[in-house]
């Protein structure tokens, strides 16, 4: 899944001319392999869990509403889709796990370049963005592997999947949690995970939407491949690397296969032990799925007493 935050010394874009186009127009049907399918996998898999993280969890945000009501009886109730909540957040904390190998496997044994990580260029060029836009400056900033947009979309899936794994801990373990934290934290976490939730969802709907379909339609991450004038809308510095054949980091083998057998043992350890805490996250406390139905309560609000006194 795009999410990964350097650009593999050996996996870079490539350029791959389609074969039905004739050569003096190819320039213009070239395309470039720019997501490995691992990449798109893990996109894919980003993509159906949170749909269902958020399909499953704003209805409950609004459960005292008539639409709220409404969706979640039409999922099929509050107890099944909670139960759908969680198996997607599994698959989510799976998903990160995951992408944190193939993270650091990337840097420490592929020693890539970091192109996702921010720099104050980003700043620079969302600010040359908006004048291009607006019309008031003449040329559209030149970025490369990740533009601003891509890398505050990455960072913004780090920071939300960080907020909603340890909020949605506190709700899934209310009492391991409050064995530790005082009670209020719950409380306050569903405040935060709901918030954080609700803001995830509609920053996908409004700035990734925006960057993928509307701007342009962005296929790369189902098709793994991107258009020649898409690279030189979106990436023009990479394809001037790509062209000038720099865009690869030369790999000497022989330490990188050292590397790889100092990553392996480790990375394994450390996921086991990611995996094991996962298992007793999910399974330590019974928490309550069966939801006691709506009951109407009579509150007994004493009567106030009249200001001036007359009954
Ligand atoms: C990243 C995408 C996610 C979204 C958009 C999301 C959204 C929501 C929302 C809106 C609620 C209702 C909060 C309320 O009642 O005010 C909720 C509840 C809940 N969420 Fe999430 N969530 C996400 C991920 C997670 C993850 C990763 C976990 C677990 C690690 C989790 C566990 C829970 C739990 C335990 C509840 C309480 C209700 C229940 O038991 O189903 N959520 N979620
Ligand atoms: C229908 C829904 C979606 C579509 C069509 C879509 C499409 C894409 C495309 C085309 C890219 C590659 C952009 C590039 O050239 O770099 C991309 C990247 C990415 N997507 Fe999605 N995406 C969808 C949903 C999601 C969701 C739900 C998330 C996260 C919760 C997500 C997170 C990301 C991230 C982090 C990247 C890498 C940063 C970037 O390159 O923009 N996507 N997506």
């Known amino acids: 899944m795009s999410r990964s935050i350097s650009q593999p010394a050996s996996e870079s874009t490539s350029r791959k001319k389609s074969k039905s186009a004739p050569s003096h127009q190819a320039g213009h049907k070239e395309t470039y392999v720019r ?35 409404t969706l979640i009886d039409w999922m099929g109730g509050i107890e099944f889709i909670r139960i759908v909540h969680r198996v997607a957040a599994v698959v989510l904390m799976l998903e990160t796990i995951y ?44 970025m490369g592997r990740y533009n601003y947009a891509e890398k505050a979309e990455y960072w913004a899936v780090i920071w939300g999947t960080l907020v909603m794994v340890i909020t949605g801990f506190m709700l899934w373990n209310p009492i391991a949690t409050t064995n530790f934290l005082p009670g209020v934290v719950v ?16 920053s996908i709907i409004v700035w990734h939407m925006y960057h993928v379909h509307v701007k342009s339609f962005n296929r790369s991450m189902f098709t793994g491949r991107i ?34 057998l100092i990553f392996l043992p480790v990375a394994a350890v450390i996921s086991v032990t990611l995996l094991t ?32 006194g007359v009954p």
């Open 227 to 260: 258009s020649r004038h898409e690279m030189e809308e979106e990436h023009a510095l990479e394809l001037a690397e790509i062209e000038a054949g720099i865009a690869d980091r030369p790999v000497d083998p022989v330490s990188e296969r050292r590397r790889r």
């Open 35 to 69: 997501f490995r399918l691992n990449d798109r996998i893990e996109h894919f898999l980003l993509l159906t869990s949170f749909t269902v993280l958020g399909i499953t969890g704003i209805p409950q945000m609004f459960a005292d509403t008539g639409w709220g009501v």
């Open 187 to 202: 409380p306050a976490a569903k405040a935060a995970h709901g918030g954080e939730g609700l803001l995830a969802v509609l």
């Open 99 to 142: 992408h944190g190998g193939v993270v650091t496997y990337k840097v420490f044994v592929k020693r890539v370049r970091l192109t996702m990580m921010l720099s104050w260029k980003d700043m620079t060029d969302a600010i040359q963005s908006l004048t291009y836009n607006l019309g008031f400056s003449k040329e559209a900033p030149k």
């Open 277 to 308: 805490g996962l298992y007793f996250f999910v399974t330590y406390e019974e928490t309550a799925i069966t939801t006691i139905p709506r009951q109407p309560i009579e509150s007994i609000v004493p009567a106030a007493e009249p200001e001036d």
